[in-house]
């Protein structure tokens, strides 16, 4: 089982910038696709991004294609989301999650998770 702790929400401005980041424990990390879902109060998470193991492939969910760039550095056991122009609408808590699928997008193809980090952007 992998450990996931991500950081790096807050609160942001509409348009501006925020870097999450997922710090993965056990030396297995180099082994999974990882991905970051999202979630508001009332909703089903949703898909956000997607990385293959090697960094070589990635998925984005439509909203975030252009604004959103997910990228792994392995030696670290980390994976970033860098999050740029950032909409209200983007504003839920941000999950990362493990797969062992080449790059998934449905939740129940991640296995590990981690405890969220909030994200709120204000208009």
């Known amino acids: 089982q992998v450990r996931l702790v991500e950081s790096g929400g807050g609160l942001v401005q509409a348009g501006g910038s925020l870097r999450l980041s997922c710090a993965a424990s056990g030396r297995t990390f180099s082994s999974y696709s990882m991905g970051w879902f999202r979630q508001v109060p009332g909703k089903e998470r949703e898909f956000v991004a997607a990385?293959?193991?090697?960094?070589?492939?990635?998925n984005y969910a439509e909203s975030v294609k252009g604004r959103f760039t997910i990228s792994r550095d392995n030696a670290k056991n980390t994976v970033y989301l860098q999050m740029n122009t950032l909409k209200p609408e983007d504003t839920a808590v941000y999950y990362c999650?493990?797969?062992?699928?080449?790059?998934?997008?449905?939740?129940?193809?991640?296995?590990?998770w981690g405890q969220g980090t909030q994200v709120t952007v204000s208009s």
């Open positions: 999650a493990t797969s062992t699928a080449w790059v998934a997008k449905a939740s129940t193809d991640f296995g590990s």
């Open positions: 990385i293959s193991w090697n960094g070589g492939s990635t």
